[in-house]
């Protein structure tokens, strides 16, 4: 899924940093989603958040900035996960990975589509991460 253009272009402008850390911020303000239902996955669609998330990756995108802090955002953020079983670590090295692979003018599509994919599934399961976190006391 391509973010709506309209949603890009609505954005303000913001620094990379600045994108980076909303992006982030965004994300981890989510709350868990709810189980995955006994209906069809295909009928399920992306709320609004996730919508903002990609189009604020897409921003980055066409503001040209360096991939690499957003990859390293996007593994900071794939490391916290314990409900897919280490899917969303192997997705992040996908990304990395089919990003340096794939032709320029189609690379950035990994990464928004990483980004989109982060917020839908961030947050389900994070006991592992949590526990650490407070031990470790951040």
Not at 19 to 40: C, F, T, V, W, Y
Not at 61 to 67: L, R
Not at 71 to 96: P, S, V, W
Request: charged share 20%.
């Amino acid at each position: 899924m391509q973010p709506e253009p309209e949603r890009v272009v609505a954005l303000p402008f913001r620094t990379q940093d600045e994108l980076l850390e909303e992006i982030q911020d965004l994300i981890g303000s989510l709350p868990a989603g709810e189980r995955l239902p006994g209906a069809n996955l295909g009928t399920l669609r992306c709320t609004d958040e996730v919508k903002q998330a990609a189009a604020m990756a897409q921003q980055y995108a066409n503001c040209g900035y360096a991939p690499e802090p957003l990859i390293t955002t996007l593994g900071k953020i794939a490391c916290r996960d314990n409900f897919t079983e280490m899917h969303a670590y192997k997705h992040h090295q996908a990304t990395y990975e089919e990003l340096y692979a794939t032709r320029p003018s189609l690379r950035w599509h990994h990464l928004v589509a990483a980004v989109q994919a982060a917020a839908i599934s961030h947050g389900r399961t994070q006991e592992i991460y949590e526990y650490a976190a407070g031990m470790l006391h951040f």
